[in-house]
């Protein structure tokens, strides 16, 4: 059976426009990798799925480099279950649809993981999938096991999924590919 990456819930999300993106830069300041900038752009902010040729869609999930760390227990795959996009100034309110507001979740996350990573989606049990966007981190994707977080904070707990969003999207699988 083939699987192909589809954003099939793109037209339930609101419109993000290019101002949308440049006011939620301004807001947060901070600069969005470009190619997560045209995923918001295209997509909406929606979550990525796989759709076969029989029109079945499966969720996605990816590897998981935990390089060592104690967080490795969570396991070296993650599904994503719901992704963030930009909701302030539209006639919305978040959550919707199953995605959340990336406004929102700066706030609500930030005591989570170091400064610069950006939360842009979450799995079944609100671990989240973080962008950075500052620094040697910028552009690359990394997961964080909110299972696992120490104390003082660190970056035990997050592990490497992707040098870029374009890559991430490419990494992505089906989840229990097995049938």
Known sequence: MSWKLAFPFAHDYPVITLADILA??????????AD????LLAHRGSSPMF???????????????WEGKAAKSYGDRCGLESTFSIFEGKDIESP?????????NIVWNKHLHPPGLLPIGMDAGNSL?????????????FFLSTFHIPSPMSDDHIGFIADSFTAFLAAARPMNRDD
């Open 51 to 65: 759709q076969n040729e029989d029109g079945r869609f499966r969720a996605v999930e990816f590897d998981v480099d």
């Open 36 to 39: 997560y900038a045209a995923y």
């Open 129 to 141: 999938f973080l962008l950075g966007v500052e620094g040697k981190l910028a552009g690359q994707v």
């Open 24 to 33: 939620f830069e301004g807001r947060n300041q901070l600069k969005l990798p």
């Open 96 to 104: 919707y649809k199953g995605g959340c507001d990336l406004d929102d």
